[in-house]
């Protein structure tokens, strides 16, 4: 069975620039999430989907948004980039609607804002 | 909102020593989760703990959790040098799979 797909593995971009990035889930996983991982504030959670309906949002600007496709494959965009953004990007898909899911990440999308 | 932390931060440990990760987390919850992460690497799931006085064990590794003290615990027997990675808790909302995740603690196990 695939795991969680995340492409691109390592990009380059410069402040001012947007960046969209895309997950594909594990085969039957309907729930998609995202989270930002830097050294400073550890793992935080961006947002989540289900069946193509935000969810949950986290205290992320405007300027991070996302959305999820008919058939569950979701991205996100980041824009007007930032230094700060520099960050691996991690989606994570889970098989339930509800809280009892299990969350099963990616590889992770590495960015890097010069 | 939910604040999970983890203790130590870091640890150094020799091979074949027993130790200790501690987690706490801030309100009520009685799910938690234990992840793996190796250096450039992404999460493995490693424990998925659902009740109170859960205990799991896989290899070395055995975690357990109170949800009344609010307290989770990832024991390492025998530590041994592939067990050097980050290890994360994490407890979820409630509200969907928003997981809110302790600060990790880096295990290096030292031959």
């Known amino acids: 069975k695939a795991g969680v797909t995340q492409t691109p593995r390592y990009l380059i971009k410069t402040r001012g620039q947007q960046v969209t990035l895309s997950c594909s889930p594990i085969?039957?996983?309907?729930?998609v999430s995202w989270y930002q991982q830097t050294p400073g504030q550890g793992l935080q959670f961006l947002f989540e989907?289900?069946?193509?309906?935000?969810?949950n949002k986290g205290n992320f600007p405007g300027r991070f948004s996302g959305r999820q496709f008919s058939n569950s494959r979701s991205e996100m965009n980041v824009s007007t980039l930032e230094l700060g953004d520099s960050a691996l990007y991690l989606c994570?898909?889970?098989?339930?609607?509800?809280?009892?899911?299990?969350?099963?990440f990616g590889e992770g999308s590495r960015l890097t804002v010069l | 909102e939910l604040k999970v932390e983890q203790n130590p931060l870091f640890l150094s440990m020799q091979e074949g020593k027993n130790y200790t990760i501690y987690c706490n987390y801030s309100t009520t919850s009685d799910r938690l989760y234990w992840y793996r992460q190796d250096p450039g690497k992404s999460l493995e799931s490693l424990f998925v703990?659902?009740?109170?006085?859960a205990v799991k064990q896989e290899g070395r590794l055995m975690a357990s959790l109170d949800t009344k003290a609010r307290l989770s615990t990832l024991h390492i027997t025998a530590a041994v040098h592939d067990l050097s990675a980050t290890y994360f808790c994490a407890v979820d909302s409630r509200t969907g799979n928003q997981f809110y995740f302790g600060t990790g603690t880096s295990l290096t196990v030292i031959p």
């Open positions: 085969s039957g996983h309907r729930s």
């Open positions: 994570a898909s889970s098989s339930t609607g509800g809280y009892t899911g299990e969350l099963f």
């Open positions: 989907y289900f069946s193509e309906t935000q969810r």
């Open positions: 703990l659902l009740s109170n006085g």
